[in-house]
């Protein structure tokens, strides 16, 4: 077990890190969510849109998708979330800046399971998930992207103005639209249809 201690240690981090997109965004600190309950929520997008996947018939490995979404980001115990507005600051090399800040936290996470095997096996899913090409590390990302609507909507129910989140809730909209992952689009009807309705109640 001492092999794999200072992981552990690391891992214990996700629950006290918060997403700092929604501070930037307005939530109050003590309502906003860890990356911990994040990475809960998207296994379990990921899980759904896996098994609507399946359904369809398309050939994909439901044990390999749990696994990057478990994991996508872990690397954050070390980077802390990197806001959008952080790399809008940093202008075009924003996204390049943040990909390598990543890369070399997750070298130095794994490096703690000084278990050469497994570290190899996290290794690979860390990168299979960077890379974003094959259908099971699509299907983490548009979990990942669902997840913000779905929280979204759960700070509009708590009180907080739909005008705070407008931006990031378009942009989401937006990618997810492109998503190669045919079953996001039955899950985010569903969110929009929510986040209408539970708008629209609001202004009651």
């Known amino acids: 077990m001492e092999t794999i201690r200072k992981f552990l240690l690391t891992l214990g981090r996700i629950k006290s890190i918060p997403r700092s997109g929604w501070i930037s965004h307005s939530v109050a ?60 600051y940093l202008g075009p090399k924003g996204k390049k800046i943040k990909a390598e800040l990543e890369v070399a936290a997750w070298k130095h996470v794994v490096a703690g399971l000084k278990d050469p095997c497994l570290s190899r096996t996290y290794s690979k899913m860390q990168e299979e998930f960077q890379n974003e090409k094959t259908f099971e590390s699509k299907i983490v990302h548009a979990a990942d992207a669902l997840d913000i609507l779905l929280e979204i909507n759960e700070y509009i129910r708590r009180g907080y103005p739909a005008k705070l989140f407008e931006d ?37």
């Open 29 to 88: 600190l003590t309502d906003v969510e860890s990356v911990a309950d994040h990475s809960l929520s998207t296994c379990a997008l990921s899980l759904i849109l896996s098994d609507l996947e399946a359904r369809r018939g398309r050939k994909l490995s439901v044990e390999r998708v749990l696994r990057l979404a478990l994991f996508h980001d872990l690397c954050e115990t070390l980077t802390f979330d990197i806001s959008k507005e952080y790399l809008d």
């Open 168 to 204: 990031m809730w378009k942009q989401t909209v937006k990618r997810l639209r492109f998503s190669s992952v045919v079953s996001v689009d039955s899950l985010l009807k569903e969110l929009i249809r929510e986040h209408r309705k539970t708008d629209s109640s609001r202004l009651k």
